[in-house]
């Protein structure tokens, strides 16, 4: 075809030379020359030369518009007529000759594939035809029928020649007949084979071109040749199983050593069965398979190298033994990245087949070195990691301390690099177990396999780091409503339609060690309808978890708790920057029935007992509206112990420092109830001042480290009573000093909500904090106040002890004058549009519109009383524009509409 196109072209710019040169050179008085239109340039010149071979091009149409021959139009159709002569003659005999030429070549390719068949229909109609021609076959039908006779009798005489029974070291044995035939047929094959090969050997020695069309198809010709004996000899290894059994049943069967025969018959034909596979078992003992590779064990080095002569997968697995907490991990080292570097290390079940990458197959899972994804059981993997580079080291293991209640029967597998943690999944154990397995796929690689690695989690046990231990990517979801980010571990809701979109991860079932989650909100979209809870592994994606059985959650924009088939609960709904949490509580000695339980910002709001579903609980959340984010944080812990405690005894309500003589810290936190409005205030008595009496009263955080003094680090205040010094959030300097505290002395607590300092939450100031005024007095007298930011999860009341023999009395329903009295939060009767309302505050719930939205009190303002004619608001937050209207209007005024805008 290019020697085609190289002519085309040629005549193409030549018969259009001819013609342009005559136009413009040729003078005539009628005027200038306007040239036949099938060479009029170029492009048009080539068509013409193209359409001719068809027969679609007129002579007569190369002829000029004058009356007068033209010169040019006499050499034009010269060389028309050299183009037709060259093409059709010898162009397309060329052509005809070259197709002639590819069709022997593929002839003689399949010649082989050809000659198997024609045999393997030759092997199979002797054996499914008598040898002998009609009539003669008559007699070994005959035979076949005296045979038949006497293994219906079974003749077990001694002495008895019927051929069905003897033995098959005989040499009459019919049965060792197809197998010597096969065997025969087989060595002629590979004879003539050898005999076909040396005569192309020497009849392609005088041609170079031949040789390279030769070395072209010779990689074909091998895989070919491969494929075919790897066929017969997995025939042959059939057949001669068969073969084996059926003469050693025959053996036994004609024995006289079994005096009760028929009833141990079946036990000897199952002995004999046993026998037959101890080869094939010596086989599956081979302590390493592989295909397409190269595998060298020079002493404790074990290197694997891609040998395969086309594009084909090979692999090779490590039968040793199988993963387990033993044999848990181990590394492979890329010595050579080779042309495509597509080396993919996992673990497979024994029988995996090697022509497949790990990970494409069911019950595998690999990570692939050139695009850093992660195969699980399909061809298509998941991003996980950048690429491997050469040189870099990657480790696979199994997790077997993550296998908890109800996971018996599955494995978090994780994978590192070069030390480092990649990720992990759960999934589920392979009959007979996991084997490591390594897979190249391009020229070049090599890879060295270390089976006896290890690997240990950072000693500092970070728990970023501990927490990617726990599986990822298994995940259930709307993909059409949702998005998860599975690093920043943050779900949103696409969704410009109010379509329910359910997002559920499998990958972190609730367990007894797993049994806690928190969500925080982001984002509350155009309705805020967020729910957070557990469901089944089978629940609906476009239902709202609590809705149907087998599922609880909490719903942030009406603040119920749906429980499935049970009686709700409705508490006060949730706003933008809340930690939302839920968890399970497994009862003692029952695997049907569990406790679930809600918690908002740290602080427990409801708890039921349900039964478990099928499968078990899993992490779920529901989403409705576009906008709508949250970010997940599986590592959250909970507990719901009324205080913690280290290095002290707690004896009811007093307290004793039982720490060592080197000064460890010791503290107590009380978690029973958080400070609050309702309980601002708590006293500490001194009974036992101790060597040093360095005792510490204060506030902190509810993850605050018990080996601190309270006052020391962030989110903790603290007086302290050795030294009189207050300490606030600082370990090295104190704020103010007094007289220290002595034996009996009473020291309280507080916190004075009236200087209450709510946090600004708008676009300006994201990083400001609520604040909190702590004060401290001590035998009653108020002598010192510190101001204190609020900590997430709020303040608990905690006491630090730090030397032998102190000893404190904790008073929780103490009193003081000067403190905050509880008030009453609640709005009364209302109405309210696009508002949702917790206590006293208020704040906008935006639709799809932006509509306005209001509320209006029921109290009633025209008493001459100066405490009904007034009331004030305080303004929390500006949002995003500040458009908030504080007024008076008539009973019935539209909430749609801001105060001031109607009349009255």
């Known amino acids: 075809m290019a020697i085609l196109g190289v002519a085309l072209l040629a005549f193409g710019v030549a018969i259009s030379g001819v013609y342009s040169a005559g136009e413009y050179t040729t003078e005539y008085k009628n005027g200038s020359i306007s040239l036949p239109l099938p060479v009029n340039g170029l492009w048009p010149s080539i068509m013409t030369m193209y359409w001719s071979l068809y027969g679609q091009v007129d002579y007569e149409d190369l002829k000029s518009e004058h009356v007068v021959l033209l010169p040019e139009t006499v050499v034009g159709r010269a060389v028309f007529a050299?183009?037709?002569?060259?093409?059709?003659?010898?162009l397309l005999n060329m052509l005809i000759a070259l197709v002639d030429e590819a069709f022997d070549r593929v002839r003689k390719q399949n010649a082989d594939l050809v000659w198997n068949l024609a045999v393997s229909g030759i092997v199979r109609d002797i054996n499914s035809s008598p040898s002998l021609p009609l009539p003669f076959n008559l007699f070994c039908i005959l035979a076949l029928f005296v045979v038949q006779v006497c293994k219906l009798f079974s003749c077990k005489r001694e002495g008895c020649r019927c051929p069905h029974f003897r033995d098959d070291n005989s040499k009459l044995s019919l049965s060792s007949f197809p197998e010597s035939l096969i065997k025969r047929m087989i060595k002629r094959y590979q004879t003539a084979k050898k005999k076909r090969d040396k005569d192309s050997s020497d009849d392609l020695s005088g041609s170079t071109?031949?040789?390279?069309?030769?070395?072209?198809?010779?990689?074909?010709?091998?895989?070919?040749?491969?494929?075919?004996?790897?066929?017969?000899?997995?025939?042959?290894?059939?057949?001669?199983?068969?073969?084996?059994?059926a003469n050693t049943i025959r053996k036994r069967s004609s024995s006289q050593d079994d005096p009760d025969g028929r009833r141990n018959q079946h036990e000897k034909v199952k002995a004999a069965s046993n026998e037959d596979t101890d080869t094939e078992e010596e086989e599956e003992q081979r302590p390493v398979r592989y295909e397409r590779v190269s595998y060298d064990e020079s002493g404790s080095k074990v290197t694997v190298s891609y040998e395969g002569k086309t594009n084909a997968v090979g692999g090779c697995q490590f039968l040793r033994t199988p993963m387990s907490k033993d044999f848990k991990y181990f590394e492979v080292?890329?010595?050579?990245?080779?042309?495509?570097?597509?080396?993919?290390?996992?673990?497979?079940?024994?029988n995996y087949s090697l022509h497949r990458m790990p990970g494409w197959n069911k019950d595998s899972i690999a990570f692939h070195c050139d695009d850093g994804k992660l195969f699980h059981q399909r061809g298509w993997g998941e991003e996980m990691a950048s690429p491997a580079q050469q040189d870099d080291v990657i480790g696979c293991g199994i997790n077997t301390t993550l296998s908890n209640k109800g996971t018996e029967n599955t494995t978090v597998v994780f994978f590192t690099r070069n030390g480092q943690l990649l990720g992990s999944r759960r999934v589920n154990l392979p009959d007979g177990g996991f084997y490591p397995t390594v897979g190249l796929h391009s020229e070049g690689e090599k890879v060295e396999v270390r089976l006896s690695g290890r690997w240990e989690p950072p000693e500092d046990k970070n728990k970023e780091t501990l927490s990617r231990m726990i599986p990822f990517v298994n995940l259930r979801m709307r993909r059409d409503t949702l998005h998860y980010n599975e690093l920043t571990r943050r779900l949103?809701?696409?969704?410009?339609?109010?379509?329910?979109?359910?997002?559920?991860?499998?990958g972190h079932p609730i367990t007894d060690q797993f049994n806690y989650y928190e969500v925080k909100l982001l984002d509350m979209g155009l309705e805020g309808a967020i729910g957070i809870g557990i469901a089944n592994n089978q629940y609906p994606l476009d239902r709202m978890p609590g809705w149907d059985d087998g599922s609880a959650a909490y719903h942030c924009d009406n603040g119920i708790v749906y429980k499935g088939l049970l009686n709700d609960?409705?508490?006060?709904?949730?706003?933008r920057?809340?930690?939302?949490?839920?968890g399970v509580e497994f009862l003692p000695g029952d695997t049907k029935r569990a406790k679930v339980f809600f918690t908002r910002n740290g602080d427990l709001f409801e708890k039921y007992e349900t039964s478990i579903p099928s499968g078990g609980f899993y992490p779920t959340i529901g989403m409705v509206s576009a906008g709508e984010e949250v970010e997940i944080n599986f590592d959250a812990e909970w507990s719901s112990e009324e205080f913690r405690s280290e290095r002290v005894l707690v004896e009811g309500d007093v307290i004793k420092y039982i720490g060592d003589r080197v000064g460890s810290v010791g503290a107590y936190q009380f978690l029973g109830r958080q400070l609050s409005l309702d309980f601002s205030y708590y006293e500490v008595t001194v009974k036992g001042y101790g060597m040093k009496g360095e005792i510490?009263?204060?506030?902190?955080?509810?993850?605050?480290?018990?080996?601190?003094?309270?006052?020391?680090?962030?989110?903790?205040?603290?007086?302290?009573?050795?030294?009189?010094?207050?300490?606030n959030q600082e370990a090295t300097e104190a704020k103010e000093f007094r007289t220290p505290a002595r034996e009996g002395d009473r020291i309280g607590c507080g916190v004075d909500f009236k200087e209450y300092k709510a946090k600004t939450r708008?676009?300006?100031?994201?990083?400001?904090?609520?604040?909190?005024?702590?004060?401290?007095?001590?035998?009653?007298?108020?002598f010192v106040k510190e101001t204190i930011p609020i900590p997430r999860g709020g303040l608990f009341p905690t006491v630090g002890l730090h030397s032998i023999g102190e000893l404190v009395q904790i008073n929780f329903s103490a009193t003081w004058e000067g403190a905050t009295k509880p008030v009453d939060r609640s709005l009364g009767d209302t109405r309210h549009e696009r508002v949702r309302i917790e206590g006293d505050c208020v704040s906008y719930v935006r639709n799809a519109y932006d509509d306005v939205g209001g509320i209006q009190l029921g109290t009633f303002l025209g008493s001459d009383e100066p405490s009904q004619n007034y009331f004030e608001v305080t303004i929390v937050d500006v949002g995003e524009r500040g458009a908030i209207g504080i007024g008076i209007a008539v009973k019935h005024y539209p909430l749609d509409c801001l105060p001031g805008w109607n009349e009255e």
Not at 697 to 726: N, T
Request: charged share 20%; glycine share 10%.
């Open 82 to 90: 050299v183009w037709l002569l060259v093409s059709i003659i010898v």
């Open 209 to 245: 071109g031949k040789h390279d069309h030769k070395d072209a198809i010779q990689p074909h010709l091998a895989t070919l040749e491969e494929n075919l004996q790897n066929m017969m000899n997995s025939h042959m290894t059939r057949i001669h199983s068969q073969l084996k059994r």
């Open 333 to 350: 080292v890329i010595e050579d990245y080779g042309k495509h570097g597509r080396i993919g290390v996992g673990l497979t079940p024994r």
């Open 492 to 506: 949103r809701c696409n969704s410009k339609s109010s379509s329910k979109g359910v997002f559920q991860d499998l």
């Open 569 to 575: 609960s409705t508490f006060s709904p949730a706003q």
């Open 577 to 582: 920057t809340e930690m939302i949490g839920c």
């Open 696 to 727: 510490a009263i204060g506030l902190a955080r509810r993850d605050y480290p018990l080996s601190s003094m309270p006052g020391w680090l962030d989110g903790s205040i603290g007086w302290h009573c050795d030294d009189g010094g207050l300490y």
């Open 762 to 782: 708008n676009t300006q100031d994201e990083n400001s904090e609520s604040e909190l005024v702590v004060f401290f007095t001590i035998n009653g007298q108020k």
